[in-house]
């Protein structure tokens, strides 16, 4: 069995495993097709395996063949003007004749009325149900939870019948990290670094900090019970577009790799810079950002930039951003934990930037939780989900 959750950047995907063959023939199907398929998580549920793993849209075989990848490919190639005329020509006509996935799917549940079914959960256009019938051959089916309520009952799930699922990082001081300029120990964080957390009977209440469009803050109380105490608009979507607009990147876990490398003292504008060094009223340091992006408006040469140095700017900018979110939404409780949820793309320096941010605009009150599974909240509260209504079929 299949459970899909559709992220704005991946495909989510939860396979239940038998001990049939067909399905471990299935399995392997995923695994030689698939080359993008991170991390490979596996847990046992009622005695049977489940597999998690995201896909790439865009780094993803089948995907990359499919009319839905070769029209986003095509319109980047108009764009380009050293494109020889007679070639955007033909691009155009075929724009012109380009046949929508909406028609394409209708006509494969017309052609395929015993195709099997997959659940799914978060948003579905005609172009993401037709690649999961060209990459799965599966239709399908909506199950109708609140995406909130399912990471809920995912977190409450791992906490439960987990060994260590959750951790924090070594801490830090904000001036550390909010800095202009390369940090000595930049991007030497392993698994080795991560500090467990074993929360059990501790787990109530706790703030989630939910990304996948933007960033949402929920105060939940017990595994049926949260509320919505703010959002901003600035999410993981929005970093990825960034990346990929400013430096030309489609591989977010490269860009965010080569970022934690690069240096932003073209960049951003420090205290430095406004005061020639150190602002002692107010207790500052030279090297504080005080701007981001600030620098380059006195840029004569905007492109001697490196990707790697912007990158390095958009980080430390959405980082700071995502941990100012989840510190201006206080709830009535004294809640001293923020368990995080959704993209963080796999980095451990974006969750270190975010967790030091988190704690520095608290005082040290609300500390960040993280998991190996913050991306599949929702699969595996919707696997158990499924469970307790009877939907779920091996």
């Known amino acids: 069995m299949l459970v899909i959750f559709f992220s704005p950047l991946y495909l989510r995907c939860g396979v239940i495993i038998s001990d049939s063959d067909s399905l471990k023939q299935e399995l392997e199907f995923y695994k030689k097709n698939f080359i993008f398929i991170n991390p490979d998580l596996i ?68 052609k395929n009325k015993g195709i099997s079914t997959c659940y799914y959960c978060g948003e579905l256009t005609g172009r993401k149900e037709y690649l999961m019938y060209k990459l799965f051959h599966k239709k399908c089916e909506k199950y109708d939870g609140d995406l909130v309520q399912l990471s809920i009952s995912g977190i409450d799930y791992i906490n439960n019948y987990f060994q260590n699922p959750f951790f924090n990082l070594p ?25 467990s957390l074993l929360l059990k009977d501790k787990l109530y209440p706790y703030l989630l900090s939910s990304g996948e469009d933007g960033i949402s803050i929920y105060q939940v109380d017990s595994i049926n019970s949260y509320k919505k105490l703010g959002y901003n608009i600035m999410g993981p979507t929005s970093l990825w577009s960034l990346f990929n607009l400013s430096c030309n990147y489609e591989d977010m876990e490269l860009a965010i790799k080569e970022a934690t490398q690069g240096n932003n003292r073209l960049i951003d504008l420090s205290v430095g810079d406004i005061y020639g060094g150190d602002y002692g009223n107010v207790s500052l340091n030279s090297d504080i950002i005080a701007s981001s992006f600030s620098k380059i408006s006195n840029l004569e040469n905007i492109h001697i930039l490196d990707k790697k140095d912007i990158g390095k700017a958009l980080l430390i900018f959405y980082g700071f951003t995502y941990a100012q979110v989840a510190s201006m939404f206080p709830s009535e409780k004294k809640i001293d934990k923020n368990i995080i949820s959704g993209d963080t793309f796999n980095s451990l320096e974006l969750k270190q930037m975010i967790q030091v941010c988190l704690e520095g605009l608290t005082g040290n009150t609300v500390g960040c939780v993280f998991s190996d599974y913050s991306n599949y909240f929702e699969i595996i509260g919707m696997i158990s989900e499924l469970d307790k209504t009877g939907l779920l079929k091996i």
């Open 43 to 110: 847990f046992s549920y009622n005695s049977n395996r489940i597999i998690l793993f995201q896909i790439s849209y865009f780094k993803i075989d089948e995907f990359a063949k499919s009319p839905d990848f070769e029209f986003l490919t095509k319109m980047k190639i108009i764009q380009n003007i050293t494109l020889e005329e007679k070639d955007k020509e033909i691009i155009e006509q075929t724009l012109l004749t380009y046949k929508d996935s909406n028609e394409i799917i209708m006509e494969a549940r017309i």
């Open 171 to 195: 801490k830090g001081g904000l001036t550390e990290y909010v800095i202009v300029g390369k940090k000595d120990n930049a991007n030497n964080l392993t698994k080795d670094n991560k500090n």
